[in-house]
């Protein structure tokens, strides 16, 4: 038995051998009726064709096109349709769809909706329709697709129309009955293409089943943004569509920081997204960090160094120091108190994690990074007193060096 790449690749190849092929559309697909134009206008209406409609694939509705046909998505086709007066009181219906549809690049700076070319199979369907409609009977046998490599034609003579092609006589015209053998052998190849897109759209969906990583999360709402940075405030990328997916790098609650495509990289709001169960899980396990707790900041870093500045307690020594970003604009967030209470546990988790190391820090040093920041800064022994309970918040507070001291405790009201 072939593999499944193999299958795959085979079918591809007759898919493409058996698909129609045809060029830019510039005289529309045309079809005369005996009908008056009122009675004609009045069936396209109940057959809203001035409507537009989506696609469920464009494999086998779009002329050969230089991109693959799997970076399209969402889409859609809309018909242009012209009534003109034919002989005898006859009226002639000409259309053209136009097709476009969203093309994902992986460079997303490329993606953008494209107008792709029609390869007459929706024009002829929707005349196939039309006539049904307006007479009751089904098409026998039903109009289909030339397989020949051919710009469209229109399907009837349109002399006297104004406007129109006046097609010129073909001395290799087929007898009726070659005519009839051909169209059945096109009806046979029609559907054998239809057979072909069918499994080769199973085989797609098989593939991507089996290579689906695990670590995809989904946008559950169209026009999320996606950042720059883990902050409101910072460059907004683009915005997401629903069910676009993005491959899951880390989480900072209450962001997730993932892979768009290639080497780059953004941010998007954990509110905004689908999580796979594991990932959600580890989410909830992380919820007893600070960062979880508070959600007006974020770790930029951290490291061990020496103390970066000439307060006492702690000059010329080894301490581990938190550089921290503030990512939310609301005061009751990110302001003075949030500041002071997200500092205190900093101190409590660094003399936690310095409990079990050989190399202990002297103390621990909280870096905010920005314009209305400050430094905050704690010997090791005066945190783990206060941690046991042995020094109340305020007497702790005041071995502290809060640097500027505004920036942690709230201006007094008046």
């Known amino acids: 038995m072939k593999s499944l790449a193999a299958r795959f690749f085979l079918i591809v190849g007759l898919a493409s051998f058996y698909s129609p092929q045809s060029a830019a559309q510039a005289v529309p697909y045309a079809r005369s009726f005996s009908q008056p134009k009122p009675q004609i206008e009045d069936a396209l209406k109940s057959l809203q064709a001035f409507s537009g409609q989506k696609l469920p ?15 399209y998505e969402r889409g859609f086709y809309q018909f242009s349709i012209e009534t003109v007066p034919g002989d005898n009181g006859a009226t002639i219906v000409r259309l053209s769809a136009k097709i ?15 107008v792709l070319p029609s390869n007459g199979r929706l024009e002829l369907d929707f005349l196939d329709r039309l006539q049904e409609k307006l007479t009751g009977k089904p098409v026998d046998p039903p109009a289909t697709l030339n397989t020949r490599v051919e710009a469209p034609r229109a399907k009837l003579d349109l002399t006297g129309v104004p406007g129109a092609v006046t097609p010129v006589p073909n001395p290799t015209a087929k007898t009726p009955s070659e005519v009839a ?4 052998q096109r009806v046979i190849q029609e559907r054998r293409v239809q057979q072909l897109s069918a499994e080769l759209q199973n085989l797609k969906e098989i593939q991507h089943n089996q290579a689906h990583p695990p670590d995809l999360i989904v946008v559950s709402k169209s026009g999320t943004p996606v950042y720059s940075k883990p902050s409101e405030a910072a460059r907004v990328l683009f915005h997401a569509s629903a069910n676009d997916e993005f491959t899951y790098l880390d989480a900072d609650d209450p962001w997730i920081h993932i892979e768009i495509s290639g080497d780059a990289r953004g941010y998007i709001r954990q509110g905004g997204v689908l999580l796979p169960e594991h990932l959600a899980q580890k989410m909830v396990h992380d919820e007893g960090t600070p960062e979880a707790k508070f959600k007006g900041f974020h770790i930029e870093r951290q490291e061990s160094s020496t103390f970066p500045g000439d307060w006492a307690p702690l000059k010329g020594k080894t301490v ?19 500041r002071l209470n997200f500092t205190l546990a900093l101190f409590e988790a660094g003399a936690s994690e ?61």
């Open 57 to 71: 694939i464009l494999d086998g509705f779009v002329a050969p096109t230089s991109k693959p046909l799997d970076r």
């Open 100 to 114: 476009t549809a969203w093309y994902a690049d992986r460079d997303v700076t490329k993606s953008g909706y494209e």
């Open 320 to 338: 581990k120091i938190y550089t921290v970003q503030p990512v939310s604009q609301d005061q009751r967030e990110s302001g003075p108190a949030a």
């Open 354 to 414: 310095a409990a079990s190391l050989s190399a202990k820090p002297d103390g621990i040093v909280v870096i905010f990074d920005a314009a209305d920041g400050g430094i905050a800064s704690a010997a090791l022994a005066d945190i783990q007193s206060y941690v046991s309970g042995s020094l109340s918040r305020d007497k702790f507070l005041a071995l502290c060096n809060l640097d500027p001291n505004e920036a942690f405790r709230p201006a007094p009201k008046p």
């Open 181 to 184: 053998e051909l169209r059945s």
